[in-house]
């Protein structure tokens, strides 16, 4: 395959979605008004509670089983690592660079999370059929593609509406929690002002002559009583800490896209569940097919939100270039830099199936640009929407260049 072949398959995903961005952003101007903030917040909620759970839930009943489950163990683990591997990055960068609050979560999420969705489901089928492709015949090659696309969206996607919606939700809680302080500080009177020397002595006189009037100061068993108190409010408090935090993660597990992807995988799992739902024979397939159709309207909406903040975010965003081209660097040179090296690793450990096409997504997992559910995100928390499509728009831009170069070289590591 030649690299303008590559390349040509490689950017079709990209310019998708930048059209459709476009479109977003135009149908958000004050020429036509369709997309204003409160329509576009409206529409993220639906596609949050009903559009990406239906595209979560239609992929994984439909094309995983238990044996793919099985055999593809590894698959979970390397999308984990390119997590992994991402947040350590944009942790980095964090640290690095300093940015402003809001930013901190929204960098290291478009650092970590990939598009293992749409864009596998589109790029991988077509490199199969395309000739002089390695991966052998290309029906075959564009089937079992698609099997390991649609598998890859559905881990990736447990990944992101976990570890992903944490760190927007921890970024959103932690900036709006430091906003009302400052309002607040803002909003307090000065008493200092009304003070003089002459008040505080006064104010010290009367704090002085204040003793203890019970017996709690001379009783040693109510000082023996006290100081067992004392030491069980630390425990108390670590309780509560502890009951807090595993809130936050039964909350972030019931998350619509995150239930939907667990039926899904149980309806993929288990055979009689799937015949009820899946093929041309299943008594129930209507559900399936309206889930699915519901599913698709997932990428189209998310896009043209997408698209919307953009008109705002080329106005008011504040994005440094740096950070730009740090988390370009670390989604396009560094991650897919470590991911060969993980994979080699894999590979001489015999974690790794023979097929050259599972290799190669495992690949390309490293060098996809951001997932496009980090818009959904920022704009369900109402925290950096502007920089998030400002980010957005470069790192798109950029991928169909780096899709290409990648994937022609990681098809040579596998020849």
């Known amino acids: 395959m030649g690299f303008w072949t590559l390349f040509e398959v490689a950017s079709m995903p990209i310019l998708q979605v930048l059209l459709i961005s476009i479109l977003g952003a135009l149908m958000a101007t004050d020429y036509l008004k369709l997309l204003h903030s409160d329509a576009r917040r409206s529409l993220n909620k639906i596609v949050f509670v009903v559009f990406t759970p239906s595209l979560m839930f239609a992929s994984l009943a439909k094309t995983v089983t238990l044996d793919d489950i099985i055999s593809w163990w590894f698959m979970p683990i390397n999308i984990g690592l390119t997590f992994l591997v991402g947040g350590i990055l944009g942790w980095l960068v964090v640290k690095i660079l300093k940015p402003e609050l809001h930013l901190e979560g929204l960098i290291i999420a478009t650092c970590s999370a990939g598009n293992l969705g749409n864009l596998l489901l589109i790029v991988i089928p077509a490199i199969c059929k395309e000739k002089g492709s390695p991966f052998g015949d290309h029906g075959i090659c564009a089937s079992v593609g698609l099997s390991y696309a649609s598998f890859s969206m559905a881990v990736g996607g447990f990944y992101i509406w976990t570890y992903t919606y944490h760190l927007i939700r921890s970024s959103s809680v932690k900036f709006k929690a430091l906003k009302a302080a400052e309002e607040d500080a803002l909003k307090k009177p000065n008493n200092d002002l009304d003070a003089n020397e002459k008040s505080h002595l006064l104010e010290d006189d009367v704090a002085?002559?204040?003793?203890?009037?019970?017996?709690?100061?001379?009783?040693?068993?109510?000082?023996?009583?006290?100081c067992e108190k004392a030491d069980m409010e630390p425990k108390k408090e670590e309780v509560t800490s502890w009951s807090k935090f595993l809130h936050k993660i039964v909350e972030e597990l019931l998350a619509p896209p995150t239930v939907a992807a667990i039926i899904g995988l149980i309806f993929g799992s288990v055979t009689w569940l799937k015949n009820l739902i899946i093929g041309?024979?299943?008594?129930?397939?209507?559900?399936?097919?309206?889930?699915?159709?519901?599913?698709?309207?997932?990428?189209?909406?998310?896009?043209?939100?997408?698209?919307?903040?953009?008109?705002?975010?080329?106005?008011?965003?504040?994005?440094?270039?740096?950070?730009?081209?740090?988390v370009v660097c670390v989604r396009y040179i560094f991650s897919p830099l470590v991911g060969i090296l993980v994979l080699k690793a894999a590979g001489k450990l015999g974690f790794l199936a023979a097929d050259p096409l599972y290799k190669f997504v495992l690949m390309i997992q490293y060098t996809l640009?951001?997932?496009?559910?980090?818009?959904?995100?920022?704009?369900?928390?109402?925290?950096?929407?502007?920089?998030?499509?400002?980010?957005?728009?470069?790192?798109?831009?950029?991928?169909?260049?780096?899709?290409?170069?990648?994937?022609?070289?990681?098809m040579w590591l596998l020849s």
Do not use: H
């Open 208 to 226: 002085v002559s204040i003793t203890p009037t019970n017996s709690t100061a001379y009783d040693p068993e109510n000082q023996t009583k006290t």
């Open 280 to 326: 041309s024979a299943a008594p129930l397939r209507v559900i399936q097919d309206s889930v699915k159709l519901l599913g698709d309207g997932t990428i189209p909406c998310i896009t043209l939100i997408l698209g919307g903040n953009l008109t705002q975010g080329l106005r008011k965003a504040k994005v440094k270039p740096m950070i730009i081209i740090s």
């Open 369 to 410: 640009p951001p997932a496009m559910n980090i818009g959904t995100m920022t704009q369900l928390f109402d925290v950096a929407q502007e920089e998030c499509s400002v980010l957005f728009l470069w790192t798109y831009l950029v991928a169909a260049f780096a899709l290409t170069i990648w994937s022609t070289v990681f």
